[in-house]
T-cell receptor
Framework: KAGVTQTPRYLIKTRGQQVTLSCSPI?????VSWYQQTPGQGLQFLFE???????NKGNFPGRFSGRQFSNSRSEMNVSTLELGDSALYLC?????????????FGEGSRLTVL | GENVEQHPSTLSVQEGDSAVIKCTYS??????FPWYKQELGKGPQLIID?????GEKKDQRIAVTLNKTAKHFSLHITETQPEDSAVYFC??????????FGTGTRLTIIP
């Protein structure tokens, strides 16, 4: 069974640009969560989608948005990029909407904002 | 607020010795406490979890203990090996069901 796939793995953008990251969950998984990982802050929750609906949202500005498609694939978008948005963005999927299910993480998309 | 504090941020131990990582949480309603291990260049991976009705759980060389009264839980790794070197994250779910992670502990095993 294929794992969680994130694309692109690395990207470089400049301030003010926007970026879209993609996540393909494990087959059969309907929940997709996004996390931002930075050296000082650890893993910060961005949002979770389940069956195309946003279930939870973290404390990030409106520049961060996401969506989920009918095949459970998810995308997140960051508009008007700032230097502080440089981070590893991790996607994780799980089988159900239960809050105690194991999260399966992808290897992440490393974003550098110059 | 919903908060998980994790200590220490870095830990170095001699191969064969034990390592202990501790986390405290702020919400008494938390009932699920997983630990994730992140190796270099990879995403975090679940290594063990414990639920609030259990005080301790073991899986070979790793164990987790939970003290709900004091609101803290710990990861214990015995007989450490070089492949245990990684970043470890504790986590818990608060009332709104999102999984909140600690800030991580970088564990280095010294050969």
């Amino acid at each position: 069974k294929a794992g969680v796939t994130q694309t692109p793995r690395y990207l470089i953008k400049t301030r003010g640009q926007q970026v879209t990251l993609s996540c393909s969950p494990i087959s059969g998984h309907r929940s997709v969560s996004w996390y931002q990982q930075t050296p000082g802050q650890g893993l910060q929750f961005l949002f979770e989608y389940f069956s195309e609906t946003q279930r939870n949202k973290g404390n990030f500005p409106g520049r961060f948005s996401g969506r989920q498609f009918s095949n459970s694939r998810s995308e997140m978008n960051v508009s008007t990029l700032e230097l502080g948005d440089s981070a590893l963005y991790l996607c994780a999927s799980k089988t159900s909407g239960s809050n105690t299910g194991e999260l399966f993480f992808g290897e992440g998309s490393r974003l550098t904002v110059l | 607020g919903e908060n998980v504090e994790q200590h220490p941020s870095t830990l170095s131990v001699q191969e064969g010795d034990s390592a202990v990582i501790k986390c405290t949480y702020s919400d008494s309603a938390s009932n699920y406490f997983p630990w994730y291990k992140q190796e270099l260049g990879k995403g975090p991976q679940l290594i063990i979890d414990i639920r609030s009705n259990v005080g301790e759980k073991k899986d070979q060389r790793i164990a987790v203990t939970l003290n709900k009264t004091a609101k803290h839980f710990s990861l214990h790794i015995t007989e450490t090996q070089p492949e245990d070197s990684a970043v470890y994250f504790c986590a818990t779910t608060f009332g709104n069901e999102k999984l909140t992670f600690g800030t991580g502990t970088r564990l280095t095993i010294i050969p």
